[in-house]
């Protein structure tokens, strides 16, 4: 049995994911913003599940330290985290205001590193934990309409890189899941920019972004075996692999994308490691 605890489970891949991991007999401390108030429905099908249900905001400090507290005395320890929280964003990207990707940053990147810092101390008294990212295939295949989602993606997986050595010698392992996108509720937790204030601007290019959005969406209804299902199931596979034995990235589509995705991965990951030797610091990724 692992105790894990996942960000942002009110709905979406963090509601798969901790459903299928209290399926398969662990526990799990789910994270919801205000479990007394306005996510008290949510919070509530949680605890029915056998979730310890856990008050959390990512973009705030002493939440976050309150809440990976409140995980650890209800287990006891940890064995996981899963940064799953995330904020998206559908649009043009001149249209988005600094405020509105300071917004999207704090929960996708900041929000990553509220909660490792939180957790990285327990876990490095125990020589033992492991840090996932759900992040998105948009932090490597950069797409029209989503710049400061892909953007903030591809900064946390920088972050997770950098974990990936710098934890690893106290025992402590980094990966990441990266998803293609999913028909899930995460739409509805996305900026969207309005096309009338831009139209003046970009002419019809403006009507793009949502018409990207619903070709999309049509693409979903023909692949069904493209469930959001597949990321719990990859997240539960990861979680119950051998310490030290984990894949660093794992993809996870049937749209046709991982693929090409995979290969330039192969291909990163080959750049890291010789730049990793010539810096004298390859043994670092042992996990001890």
């Known amino acids: 049995m692992v105790n894990v605890l996942v960000t942002g489970t009110g709905s979406g891949f963090g509601r798969l994911i901790t459903t299928t991991l209290i399926g398969a007999g662990h526990q799990v401390a789910a994270t919801v913003r205000d479990p007394a108030g306005r996510d008290a429905e949510r919070a509530t099908a949680l605890r029915e599940e056998g979730a310890l249900v856990i008050g959390m905001d990512v973009t705030d400090d002493v939440s976050v330290r309150t809440g990976v507290d409140a995980a650890i005395a209800g287990f006891g320890t940890l064995d996981a985290v899963v940064n799953n929280a ?31 810092r939180a957790v990285a101390p327990h876990f490095r008294r125990r020589r033992k934990g492991l840090f996932l990212l759900i992040s998105s295939m948009t932090a490597k295949l950069p797409i029209p309409f989503q710049g400061p989602y892909g953007a903030s993606k591809a900064a946390a ?54 018409a990207a959005l619903q070709a999309y969406r049509q693409r979903f209804a023909q692949v069904p075996e493209h469930s959001p299902q597949l990321v719990a199931d990859a997240t539960l596979r990861l ?36 730049l990793w030797k010539q810096m004298g610091v390859a043994d670092l990724l042992i996990v001890r």
Request: charged residues 25%; without cysteine.
């Open 157 to 210: 997986e920088s972050l997770a890189e950098s974990y990936r050595l710098e934890l690893a010698p106290s025992g402590i392992e980094s990966a990441i899941i990266e998803p293609n996108g999913f028909p899930t509720e995460f739409l509805g937790k996305t900026l969207l920019a309005d096309p009338d204030e831009w139209r003046s601007a970009y002419g019809e290019l403006a009507d793009l972004p949502l």
């Open 239 to 274: 979680l119950e692999l051998p310490h030290g034995t984990r894949p660093f990235r794992t993809t996870v589509d049937r749209l046709g994308l991982a693929t090409a995705l995979e290969r330039v991965n192969a291909v990163n990951e080959s750049v890291r490691e010789e």
């Open 86 to 116: 995330g904020l998206g964003a559908l649009g043009l990207a001149e249209t988005y205001s600094p405020r509105d990707w300071q917004n999207i940053f704090d929960v996708n990147v900041f929000g990553v590193q509220r909660v490792t």
